[in-house]
């Protein structure tokens, strides 16, 4: 019997490191959080504009690691069968996450947090793909300084 070479993308060490420390602070953000909500630290993490900040940039960390690494594996054509598998992932995640919280926390569950944004961002930003650099940053830019109320509350 014959093996034929399955060719594997080479990994970037730096993209994993990122990845790993945007878990760990991941991690330490929701140990915070749990802690606080149970009032075994005096801060209250969910408004705190330090903590705030933090999630934030931990969240931006993982939209941009998204980002790079849609375009890490599919940027020279897109890998169907990878692709839906990986997203087939994310959104059974975030259902979890969501259902898990509607019987925990059935008047604040998540029914959009950031696995739930990585299923939709990488749905809506497969056609950016294949799309000039500067017109993706042109839509990046129109997205991000358009007000929404909607994602502007704190229980999300």
Known sequence: MSQTANPKRPR??????????AIIAMAIYHLSWDLSFY????????FDPGWVLFARTILS???????????????????????WKRWGFVVGGALIITVSTWFTFPESFVYFGVLHAIAATSLLALPFLFTPLWLTGLVAAVII????????RPAL
């Not at 970037?12 to 420390?21: H, K, N, P």
């Not at 790079?68 to 599919?74: A, D, F, K, S």
């Open 145 to 152: 300084a358009l007000p929404c109320p909607f994602f502007f």
């Open 12 to 21: 970037l060490l730096v993209v994993d490191i990122a990845r790993g420390v």
């Open 61 to 83: 960390a993982f939209m941009f690691l998204v980002g790079v690494g849609l375009v890490l594996g599919h940027g020279d054509g897109v890998r169907w069968s990878a692709f």
């Open 39 to 46: 009032r075994f630290i005096p801060v209250d993490v969910g």
